[in-house]
């Protein structure tokens, strides 16, 4: 409420600040919004950040282009190749991946773990 940064932004989920699905503080995080609500301001540079509880994750996105919306120029931003790469080719996903021999490829993500092994 003291600050607008803070906006729709998610603190727990059924009660609980932060997951144990993953094996680093990282990827445990709840950050960002449920994606229906954004902090005021946006700016071609922020990078906004959302809780998916589909995917168990966080995921961010980054500024794509300035658009004309009915006469409103608005920014279009997209979820950029990183939010879905592989571990060896984005470190910070690296925690995503609960079998470090045997990871996901890009463009796939395991999320047994969090699905209760589906």
């Known amino acids: 409420m003291k600050d607008f940064r803070n906006f729709g932004k998610v603190v ?4 609980v600040t932060e997951m ?6 990282y990827c445990n995080r709840l950050n960002g919004s449920d994606g229906s ?6 700016t071609k540079d922020r990078i ?3 809780f998916s509880e589909d995917a168990c994750r966080s995921v961010f996105m980054t500024f794509k282009e300035e658009i004309d919306y009915f006469g ?5 931003f997209h979820l950029p190749p990183e939010v ?5 080719s984005y ?3 690296l925690c995503f991946c609960p079998n470090k021999a045997k990871c996901s490829r890009s463009g796939v993500m395991d999320i047994s773990p969090c699905k209760k092994g589906i």
């Open 37 to 42: 609500l954004f902090p005021p301001f946006v």
């Open 20 to 25: 144990s699905y993953w094996d680093d503080e």
């Open 12 to 15: 727990a989920v059924n009660g």
């Open 91 to 93: 470190p910070d996903n």
């Open 72 to 76: 409103i120029t608005a920014f279009r």
């Open 48 to 50: 906004i950040r959302i």
């Open 84 to 88: 879905w790469a592989a571990g060896d």
